[in-house]
């Protein structure tokens, strides 16, 4: 049976506590992008050599990171959703 494989970015992320720059934040956006744009437009793309599995594993890495963030953003909204009515006075 095949390992399972999970998408993951080139360069280490750093963790909230030690968050990576604007630029940092910018490149790997930029470099997701390129990849999206890449499969979008690709006619005869080969995902096995060239820069098909690198643009693929970007695009996974796209994909990875958007499933974090609603994991995030929908633990925020439960919380927000689940705190008591504020009182007025």
């Known amino acids: ?14 963790p909230k ?4 720059d604007a630029a940092d934040l910018l490149e790997n956006a ?6 999206l744009l890449w499969i979008c437009y690709g006619e005869d793309i080969d995902w ?8 693929l594993d970007n695009v996974l890495w796209l994909a990875a990171d958007m499933a ?3 994991g995030e953003l929908f ?6 959703r689940r705190k008591p009515p504020a009182t007025e006075s």
């Open 17 to 20: 506590e030690n968050a990576q």
């Open 30 to 35: 930029l470099t997701q992008l390129e990849s």
């Open 75 to 80: 633990q925020v909204s439960e919380a927000e």
């Open 48 to 55: 096995h050599t060239g820069e098909g599995p690198r643009h």
């Open 1 to 14: 049976m095949a390992t399972k494989t999970i998408a993951r970015p080139r360069t280490p992320v750093s």
């Open 68 to 70: 974090r963030k609603a």
